[in-house]
Every structure is written in structure tokens, then in C-alpha cells.
């Protein structure tokens, strides 16, 4: 008896081992099938982000009239144009000129600051005047480095040529067109904003055209020269606006309450941060892909995206059309509004509740997780209080791999800054070279979780993630109010996942549970390594931490490697 069981236990483990690597097998191409969705969705986003294409013959037509009259208001050499320049003087005389051959009224307003004399220049294109004037901004002086192509050349380009559309409509509202001087500044530890600052809070307030009337305006600018414009800051009261503005803009229109939060938070401004403390409602554009031109002598006509000059145009003409439809009611509805919580999916949907909502569905997110942990402990016969244990260790070993990912994050940018592959914060190529803050914690994470997870099972783990989620709603409820959204859908999401992981199939339930994190994730992350560039290797790699978490799902609730054949005995 004691030969037949020695004789058949190699085999019976040989059996066992074997299944126990297929299923190793099949939970590494689960976790490298959940990282494809969230690669998918980002390449996508990526995609959608260039902004429109200039094949068709509409856009290219766009395309070129927008790029002509830049090139005619730019010197022929390209040369910069600040505030106070002799350059900036020319490039206003192109601009009035350019503005008065379409048949505007152009009205320089000229005020002076560190004794230097600048001018804004106001335009009226004529129409119905009503109760809220509309008004598009952007400025015209360039940095001391650059010639200003994008930043912010085009938007002057792109006003001009929404102008021009404008004069041709028989029925149109009455427009203000602004043009700031003195917005960038004269040096590093001067002030900008100058000419936004002298319309509204100086010597030029009393001379408004449109006197103490509160205007809706639309602001242009640019931090890159290529991808779409982003609707990246609003006024605080923002929800009839931004519904106004998912019914008539153009797709892809890119926005979250998140960058509008976290903008907020900034210390630098816009000409809109202007604008937005005087009581004006409106929306700011801008670009943020191409950062590595920003403010350099690269900034030129040759640099400039085809796509971006075509989307700040479509935006412009767009949003004079709509604003124009509406009556003074309508518009008084969007002085009178309350702050909501929005954000686009993949630049075509927009998603729109009033940020109130955000306590209540925290409220639903937290009352599930708490039916869920009762679901747990009756399922496995366990006291709650035993769960949390479980939940809380299992939280604060995740928290230790994202501490710990993110320093070797930050440390890996600064040795590459030191190295020289890093000699600015924003190089060409740089999106790329960031994408080692992405993959790098992916491989640690499969790593850690093969080995980690074995144990635990499906539904402990994405009650945990949503126990994580929930926690960092609540945190982000108070410090970051517009961005609390991602946390909240997260908590519910994998609440109501843990509850029905066992009703599932393991590999449908785990791919079903990562399509929702990565629709809203995937292109988040694409948008922060655009707007940080590689040198923020300690943020980016926190955020693809956080973002790569709920992928662990595949490791979890299942045998990996090889079992001790001491515990058949």
C-alpha cells in the first residue's frame, strides 16, 4: 500500500504542477490582455487628440486662409515681437489692417505700464447687440525668444478668419474681437498680463465699448503648436455653459471639471484668469501637445500643425454661430448657473451632471461597498471586522508599491536630466521617452501580483480597490473637487464587480471590469504626460501606478507556480 501511494505521488504532482502553470500561463495573458484595453483606449485618445484632419477639401481650405494671413501679420523673417517692441508696433498695423480690409471697426486703446507703451486693439463685427456682449480674446505680442507661430499667432489668424465668416452671415449677433498686448512677460520675474489688466481693472475700464454690460467671452491660446485645443478653464458657475458648449462645438472638444480644477490651483494665469475675476463667463482654449516649441525660437510658421489651426478656427466660427442663435434669456441662464462635473470620452461624448451630485453618488458608492463587505464575510463565514483586516493589509501593500514606484519615477527623471537625455523639460520626442513611467511600474506590478495575489481572491481584491477609490473621492471631494469623478465611478465600479465576480466567468469578468477604467484613464494619463512632459517622472509614475492597479484583478483568485507536494501529505 505504502509502495502503490509512493509510486503514483510524482505522477499526481507532476499533474498538479502542470496545471498550476497552464493557469499561470492563462493569468499572465489575462493581465497582458487588460493592459492591451487600457493601450487601446490610449492610442485612440492619442489619435483623437491631433485635432482635425486637413484632407478633406473644407478643412484644407480653412487650413490655408488661416495660414496666409499669419504669415502676412509675421515678418518675413519670423522675428519675435514682444510688448512694447518695435516688431509688436508692425504686427498691430497688420493686424488693424487686416481687420479694417474685412470692413471691422478697429479701435486701438493704447495705455502704458513700466513705461513702456503698448495698446490693446478691439474690434466690432456688427449685429444684433443684446443684453450679454460676445466677446473672442487672445493676445498678440510673442515672448522675447520666439516668433510666436502658435503662441499665439494662430489665435489671432484663426479670430480674423472666424471675422471673415462672420461678415458673410446676413443674420448675426454683434461680436467683440479682443486683442491684448503685453500678455506675455517682459522678463522672468515681471508681470504679464498687462493688457488684459488694463481693460478690465485700469486706465482703460471706463472706455468699454459695451460699457458695464457682463460679456460671455471665448479665449484663445497656446502652449504647444499641434493636437487639438483643449477647454481646459472655464468661470466656476459652469454647467449651462458647458452644456451649451457640448451642443455646439466642434468635435474632438477635449475638457474635464479635473483640468479646469487643476488650473485652478496654479498660480500662473491667462488673459481668461482676467476676464473670469471680473465676472465674465465664457470658455479658454488652448494647446499643450508640441510643448517643446513653447517660448523657443522653433515657434515658427513651419512648426505649426495644419490640424491646430483648423480646430481654433472651426472653434471660433462654431462658437459664434451658436452664441449667436441665442436670446437673452438663454444666456442669462448661463450667468446664472451652478458648477457641474464634466468630462469628454475620447473628445466625441461629453458627460454633464451639476457637481452637487458628486456627495450623493459618493453617498451610493460607499452604501455598496458596505452591502458588499456584509456579502464577503457571510460568503466566506468570517466577521466583518475580519474582512476590513484583510482589506486594509491588502490596501497598504498596494500603497507601498505605488510609494516605492513613484520614487524610483522621480529618481529615474533626474538621473536623466543629469545624464543630458533630459537638457529641458519639454524635448522632441519626450512623450515617448515617458513612457518608461508607464511600462516599468507594468512589469514590477506583474511581478509583485503573481506572487502576492495568489491568495486572494476576486472579489476581496476589487473590494479593496473600491474601498481605495472611495477613500480618494472622499480626499479629492475636498482638495480637488472637479476630479473627485474618476474616484467615485471607480469605487461603484468595482463595488458592483466584487459583488458579481463570482456569478462571472474569471477571464470576462476581469476584462469586463478594466473596460471602464480604461476609457476614463487611459486617455487621462495620455493628456498629463503632454502637459508635465518626461521630467515629472515622480507624478507620471503615481498616476500609471493608480491607473495600472484594478489590471491585478488577472493574478488574483488563482494558483500560480508551483505547490509544495508536502502539502499532499
Known amino acids: 500500500m505504502n509502495f502503490v501511494e509512493e509510486e503514483h505521488l510524482p505522477r499526481q504532482h507532476d499533474e498538479l504542477n502542470t496545471g498550476n502553470l497552464a493557469a499561470a500561463r492563462r493569468q499572465d495573458r489575462l493581465w497582458w490582455l487588460c493592459l492591451a484595453t487600457y493601450l487601446l483606449f490610449g492610442v485612440i485618445a492619442r489619435i483623437q487628440y491631433r485635432g482635425p484632419s486637413s484632407t478633406s477639401q473644407d478643412n484644407q481650405q480653412i487650413a490655408q486662409r488661416t495660414l496666409d494671413r499669419l504669415s502676412l501679420l509675421l515678418s518675413p523673417e519670423q522675428n519675435s515681437h514682444p510688448g512694447g517692441s518695435s516688431e509688436n508696433v508692425l504686427f498691430q498695423q497688420r493686424l488693424t489692417k487686416q481687420l479694417t480690409d474685412l470692413g471691422l471697426e478697429a479701435t486701438a486703446m493704447p495705455f502704458e505700464t513700466d513705461e513702456v507703451a503698448m495698446s490693446n486693439i ?18 498678440y505680442d510673442s515672448c522675447r525668444f520666439g516668433p510666436g507661430a502658435a503662441d499665439a499667432g494662430v489665435c489671432v489668424a484663426s479670430l480674423v478668419e472666424m471675422a471673415a465668416e462672420l461678415m458673410t452671415w446676413q443674420d448675426r449677433s454683434e461680436c467683440w474681437l479682443i486683442f491684448t498686448d503685453g500678455e506675455e512677460r517682459p522678463q522672468d520675474n515681471a508681470e504679464g498680463l498687462r493688457g488684459a489688466i488694463a481693460l478690465l481693472a485700469g486706465e482703460q475700464t471706463e472706455n468699454l465699448p459695451w460699457g458695464d454690460k457682463v460679456p460671455f467671452v471665448v479665449s484663445l491660446d497656446a502652449r504647444g503648436n499641434r493636437g487639438c485645443a483643449l477647454l481646459y478653464e472655464t468661470d466656476i458657475h459652469n454647467l449651462a455653459s458647458m452644456q451649451l458648449a457640448t451642443r455646439i462645438l466642434p468635435r474632438p472638444l477635449v475638457t474635464s471639471s479635473l483640468m479646469v480644477n487643476v488650473y485652478r490651483q496654479l498660480p500662473n494665469g491667462t488673459d481668461f484668469t482676467v476676464y473670469k475675476n471680473a465676472g465674465w463667463s465664457g470658455w479658454n482654449f488652448a494647446l499643450i501637445d508640441g510643448t517643446e516649441h513653447y517660448h523657443q525660437p522653433s515657434d515658427t510658421i513651419e512648426n505649426l500643425s495644419q490640424g491646430s489651426a483648423i480646430h481654433f478656427a472651426k472653434i471660433a466660427i462654431a462658437a459664434a454661430r451658436g452664441l449667436s442663435e441665442l436670446d437673452d434669456q438663454q444666456l442669462d441662464r448661463v450667468f446664472n448657473s451652478t458648477p457641474a462635473t464634466f468630462f469628454d470620452l475620447l473628445g466625441q461624448l461629453i458627460v454633464i451632471y451639476p457637481a452637487s451630485w458628486d456627495k450623493w453618488l459618493l453617498l451610493v458608492g460607499i452604501v455598496l461597498f458596505a452591502v458588499c463587505l456584509q456579502a464577503a464575510a457571510k460568503r466566506t463565514g468570517g466577521s466583518v471586522a475580519r474582512e476590513l483586516r484583510q482589506l486594509v493589509f491588502l490596501l497598504l501593500q498596494m500603497a507601498v508599491q505605488v510609494a516605492l514606484l513613484s520614487a524610483v519615477g522621480y529618481l529615474l527623471s533626474k538621473f536623466m536630466q543629469v545624464s543630458g537625455l533630459l537638457p529641458r523639460r519639454f524635448v522632441p520626442g519626450g512623450e515617448w521617452l515617458a513612457q518608461v513611467y508607464l511600462f516599468a511600474p507594468s ?55 466584487s459583488y458579481f465576480s ?20 487611459a486617455p487621462t494619463f495620455v493628456l498629463l504626460v503632454l502637459a508635465l512632459g518626461p521630467a515629472a517622472g515622480g507624478p507620471i509614475t503615481l498616476v500609471a501606478s493608480l491607473i495600472l492597479l484594478p489590471t491585478l484583478a488577472a493574478f488574483a483568485g488563482q494558483p500560480a507556480g508551483n505547490i509544495d507536494p508536502k502539502r499532499l501529505h
Request: charged share 5%; aromatic share 10%; proline share 6%.
Open 443 to 497: 512589469l514590477w506590478m506583474c511581478i509583485w501580483a503573481k506572487y502576492r495575489l495568489v491568495n486572494v481572491p476576486t472579489s476581496t481584491f476589487l473590494l479593496a480597490f473600491s474601498a481605495a477609490s472611495l477613500l480618494l473621492a472622499g480626499l479629492m471631494l475636498w482638495l480637488l473637487p472637479g476630479g473627485a469623478y474618476l474616484a467615485i465611478v471607480g469605487g461603484i465600479w468595482f463595488g458592483i464587480h
Open 502 to 521: 463570482r456569478h462571472l466567468p474569471t477571464a470576462g469578468g476581469v476584462i469586463l471590469q478594466s473596460l471602464l477604467p480604461a476609457l476614463l484613464l
Open 122 to 139: 478691439i474690434a466690432r463685427v456688427p449685429g444684433r447687440a443684446g443684453r450679454h456682449p460676445i466677446v473672442f480674446a487672445t493676445h
